[in-house]
């Protein structure tokens, strides 16, 4: 077993680590600062119980995108590395770590000063490619000679002010992060997703169910997680100019509460020092000591108080295991086989492409050209991996809801994800279902269509901007239900206390009690399952119900929740926030609103309550406060203002607009014609323009 030291590296705290609704997300230039990660995992740790640190096993994956690997552990394979490949093998045999961790630095900054003079060379290409070769077959032999030619090329660099910034770079940047900070910090074990991949509900489900294995592979008992750090910045696009993010789940495998979430961010304020092991970067598998998150395995090691294993497992097969005591598989593969039944899934190259072959075609046997953009890219292939209509256009093309009608008939079932596959997009042929219509269908047809909910539904919750659809389904079939901030852990409490089975929000999360996140995979699934129980008979001969059927059938039976949200992307802060205190200074006088209102618009109802959204959580009492300005209307329409809690860089401004049709004749309107009329109110109201400088939003759902 390698053996490992721990060190104490003093650092000195950033200003502005605090978790949004989802965790830390900065652009990767920000987290790449030296120790800017190190510090955020150490003040997690630090906020930790003692329980949840010292012998405990923690996850540690995300969507694979650009910086994961670093922050996972150091995996550069490097010109250095293969040249004191055998010096390597042979110190950790003989216990010669400093000296030879010594030797590997003047090496490293041997190779950082030659490779990037090699940059400038007439033939660099040419040594490029000897290389490459070199690494390919991992063969010591033609080290020397390339060493020689690199040594005579590279003497003059160092003189190149180029290579100097790039020394200075390697300093602060060498030696990354947090399973070697999981190790010196005492814990038992980490948990690795093969290629550092694991959905988000993926990671809440491993949280709550795995079972690990040692180095011979036994099942490990006891040797359940206690947490995670998920390494994903959602929605946002990925790459080194782009997005990363980091937020911590707990042992429930749901995100960090806000009195967690505040700790942490009170001791980046204050931190001095951080640990961490000198434990072997990642290395290709030849060598059975260092770890490879490529391959599935134990390795171990040990340290003055222990053993730390890292265990590298299959990203999928625990969460397909748990979808399968969900949904019943069976009936949903008879609808996929089926030449009625066609089928599109978009991962928009996101971690959610690691489950869809496995899933949706090797599982239910969906053709493998139903999958679109199902490879995971560390920067999602340039796309903003975000399923809504403005950024999965792709996918949107496709099921005929784009500007250019296609001569190709559009499938009958579309989906995509987001990042990390929390998030989806449901869609018919030619036709868009809400988020908010989706998980007030889902809940309606539970108990009859998905095994899972068979015994009934202990009650359902929706985020406060999410339309009124679930609280008619709600009423109508006498569930408990629920209104909360927005942002999941406020569900999970609920699920902790046996209080909601479904839950969903606007923004495109739909999810249930089977884990602590939302999950993409499984809202798709629940649509297949409903689909599959309304075409149980029709699948051999009949008219095939589709997508918009239900739909329809839905408004007809509960009224309709027409729903659009305007966002407004990387406004100015200052402006965003004069706009919101605007909003909540108007709201001492209704007769002011009122004739503001009846100003811009004659034919809209009046305002008869408007307020600053604030929730008291019925299970541990604490109090969320300013969680969204709300101007309710007699006719039960709504205007919902509320900064976003998840950009990375300036203000994110949505305005969410809803109206109630109860009337079934009237139900089946275009919803941006139906909502005129309070969109007009909603800019004029709030000076939207005036404010931003913005005559349109970004994005429009
Ligand atoms: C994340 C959270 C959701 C939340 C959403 C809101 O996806 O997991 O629970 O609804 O962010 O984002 P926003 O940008 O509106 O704060
Ligand atoms: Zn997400």
């Known amino acids: 077993m390698v053996l490992f030291n721990v060190s104490r590296v003093e650092t000195t705290p950033f200003g502005d680590q605090k978790p949004g609704t989802s965790g830390l997300r900065k652009k990767v230039k920000v987290f790449k600062q030296p120790n800017y990660l190190q510090n955020f995992v150490q003040s997690t740790f630090n906020a930790l119980t003692p329980q949840n640190v010292r012998g405990a096993t923690l996850v540690v994956s995300g969507d694979g995108r650009y910086f994961s690997k670093d922050a996972i552990q150091h995996e550069k394979v490097s010109f250095s590395d293969h040249l004191d490949h055998p010096i390597k093998h042979l110190s950790y045999k003989i216990n010669l770590l400093p000296s030879y961790q010594a030797c590997r630095q003047l090496s490293r900054v041997w190779e950082l000063l030659s490779s990037s003079f090699l940059l400038h060379l007439p033939f660099s290409g040419r040594i490029r490619q000897l290389h490459a070769a070199r690494i390919r077959s991992r063969s010591p032999l033609i080290v020397w000679p390339l060493l020689s030619e690199k040594y005579l090329r590279s003497l003059p660099c160092f003189l190149s002010l180029h290579s100097a910034v790039l020394l200075l770079l390697f300093v602060f940047l060498g030696g990354v992060i947090i399973t070697k900070m999981a190790a010196g910090n005492g814990l038992r074990r980490v948990w690795v997703g093969q290629n550092g991949l694991l959905s988000t509900p993926a990671v809440s489900a ?7 294995v040692d180095v011979s592979n036994r099942l490990v ?12 910045a959602s ?5 080194p100019n782009e997005d990363f993010g980091i937020k911590y789940n707990m042992e429930n495998g749901g995100p960090a509460p806000e009195g967690i979430t505040d700790k942490i961010y009170e001791n980046t304020k204050t931190i001095k020092e951080y640990l961490t092991a000198d434990l072997p970067d990642v290395y290709p598998s030849s060598l059975p000591s260092y770890v490879d998150i490529t391959t599935i395995g134990v390795t171990s090691f040990s340290g003055s108080e222990g053993q730390f294993d890292v265990e590298v497992f299959d990203s999928a097969s625990d969460y397909i295991k748990l979808m399968k005591s969900i949904f019943d598989f069976e009936s949903i593969r008879k609808l996929l086989s089926s030449p009625k039944f066609t089928f599109c899934y978009d991962a928009l190259h996101g971690v959610a492409g690691a489950y869809a072959k496995r899933i949706f075609v090797e599982e239910l046997g969906a053709q493998e050209s139903s999958l679109l953009n199902c490879v995971p890219k560390e920067d999602f292939g340039g796309g903003h991996p975000d399923p809504n209509l403005t950024y999965a256009k792709e996918l949107v093309a496709r099921m005929g809801l784009g500007k250019s009608n296609s001569e190709v008939e559009p499938p009958e079932f579309g989906a995509a994800a987001d990042g990390d596959a929390d998030r989806n997009m449901v869609l018919g042929k030619r036709f868009f279902v809400t988020p908010s219509d989706s998980v007030a269908i889902i809940a309606a047809n539970a108990v009859e269509a998905i095994p899972y909910f068979s015994a009934g539904l202990k009650g359902v919750a929706r985020s406060m ?9 709600a009423k109508s079939l006498n569930l408990k239900f629920f209104e909360v901030p927005t942002g999941w852990k406020f569900f999970g409490n609920l699920m902790d206390a046996g209080l909601c089975s479904v839950c969903g929000e606007e923004s495109f999360g739909t999810g249930s009690d089977h884990i602590r996140e939302k999950d993409g995979i499984w809202a798709v699934l629940a649509w297949l399952s409903i689909l599959a129980y309304k075409n149980r008979e029709n699948l051999g001969g009949g008219k095939l119900v589709t997508v918009e059927d239900i739909v ?6 509960y009224g309709r929740h027409y729903y659009t949200r305007y966002d407004y992307e990387n406004v100015d802060a200052g402006a965003a926030k004069e706009l919101m205190a605007c909003l909540v200074k108007l709201q001492s006088s209704l007769t002011e609103v009122n004739e503001i209102v009846s100003g811009i618009q004659s034919d809209v109802s009046k305002v008869v309550h408007a307020d600053e959204f604030e929730y008291k959580d019925p299970v541990d009492g604490s109090i969320s406060k300013h969680q969204g300005i709300r101007y309710l209307f007699e006719d039960g329409s709504r205007l919902v203002f509320r900064l976003s809690g998840t950009g990375s860089e300036g203000a994110t401004i949505r305005l969410y607009i809803e109206q109630y049709e109860k009337d079934p004749s009237k139900t089946g309107r275009d919803s941006q014609d139906a909502l005129a009329p309070l969109v007009a109110v909603a800019l004029g109201l709030s000076k939207m323009q005036e404010f931003t400088g913005r005559s349109a939003p970004t994005v429009i759902t």
């Open 206 to 212: 491993v949280i709550r169910e795995r079972v690990g």
């Open 221 to 232: 008992f006891g040797s359940k997680a206690t947490g995670a750090f998920i390494l994903t």
């Open 235 to 239: 929605h946002n696009p990925g790459g």
């Open 465 to 473: 901007p999410t339309s009124a659809a679930l609280d008619v389904v």
């Open 552 to 557: 329809r059938n839905h408004w007809a039976s």
